[in-house]
């Protein structure tokens, strides 16, 4: 069974950056669709930021050029480097893993950016 557990979240001032952490069980990146999501009090779950088992990345437009997906094969980690982080990116951040055969979702770790 496949598990995910995120970790890094925190408070932080406008500017400043975080880097989340997701450490995987039975996942082959290569196999797997990797993401981070994040779902903000009343408002939908969005994609912030995607890895593609063949390692193409895409983001979310509110976050080009500030957030950065990567994955460490060795550790089974995925990471979410957030840099000038604003109040708006304030969130419960979810690490996702997904293929024709799974989807699933770590259980959130908190960003609050205060101004």
């Known amino acids: 069974q496949v598990q995910l557990e995120e970790s890094g979240g925190g408070l932080v001032q406008a500017g400043g950056s975080l880097r989340l952490s997701c450490a995987t069980s039975?996942?082959?990146?290569?196999?797997?669709?990797m993401g981070w999501y994040r779902q903000a009090p009343g408002k939908q779950r969005e994609l912030v930021a995607g890895l593609t088992s063949g390692g193409s990345t895409n983001y979310a437009d509110s976050v080009k050029g500030r957030f950065t997906i990567s994955r460490d094969n060795a550790k089974n980690t995925v990471s979410l480097q957030m840099n000038s982080l604003k109040p708006e990116d304030t969130a419960v951040y979810y690490c996702n893993a997904r293929n024709s055969y799974v989807n699933t979702w770590g259980q959130g770790t908190q960003v609050t950016v205060s101004s």
């Open positions: 039975r996942i082959i990146f290569s196999i797997y669709n």
